[in-house]
């Protein structure tokens, strides 16, 4: 499967079903109290978030939020969906992996351009106070995405040390047959 077509596919993929669920949470959460499942491991409440994760920066000014978190931000998902396309060297490990952000990242940015600046928030899980913040599936993609970005990056690294080693170790067999 090439590139552009793996990209595509994820992004409207998440997007669409982040879309669909926060469609779902706004209608049918906004305004109710926290819903609780499984003995309260996973509640669903509706909220708005106007910062990053965990509300990081909600409290900036709203020109700067703006500028950090649509302008900036979409500035980043445009480049890193460039670079996933441009670069050469990536597996395909990797190149979902960095689909599933950069489909995370304009689920997050559709939610800050049409809902004045916030993102709808609506899934928390955990055991008794140990508990996340509360989430969305974009967000769930983000994560994922760099928790494989980071896997895939190490893996690279780990078969291309490999290799040098293999290939130095092949050199030096070739220098001791000569030497005889």
């Known amino acids: 499967m090439r590139k552009g077509t793996i990209l595509l596919t994820i992004v409207l993929t998440c997007v669409g079903c982040d879309q669909a669920t926060k469609y779902t949470a706004k209608h049918y959460l906004e305004g109710q109290s926290t819903l609780s ?61 960095g689909s599933l952000i950069v489909a995370g990242g304009i689920g997050n940015l559709i939610d800050r351009i049409v809902n004045n600046g916030a993102v709808i928030d609506f899934l928390n899980v955990g055991i008794g106070s140990l508990r996340t ?43 001791e047959g000569t030497e005889s």
Not at 153 to 172: L, R, S, V
């Open 37 to 97: 499942y499984l003995g309260d491991m996973f509640r669903l409440g509706y909220a708005e978030n106007s910062g990053a994760f965990l509300s990081l920066g909600s409290n900036l000014p709203d020109v700067v939020r703006t500028l950090i978190f649509t302008g900036l931000a979409g500035l980043f998902l445009v480049f890193f969906a460039v670079y996933l396309l441009r670069n050469h060297t990536i597996n395909r490990l990797a190149m979902i992996a």
């Open 133 to 175: 913040g509360i989430f969305n599936v974009a967000d769930m993609s983000i994560m994922a995405g760099i928790f494989m970005f980071l896997f895939a990056t190490h893996k690279a690294e780990k078969e291309a040390k490999k290799a040098a080693a293999e290939e130095a170790k092949g050199d030096d067999h070739a220098e």
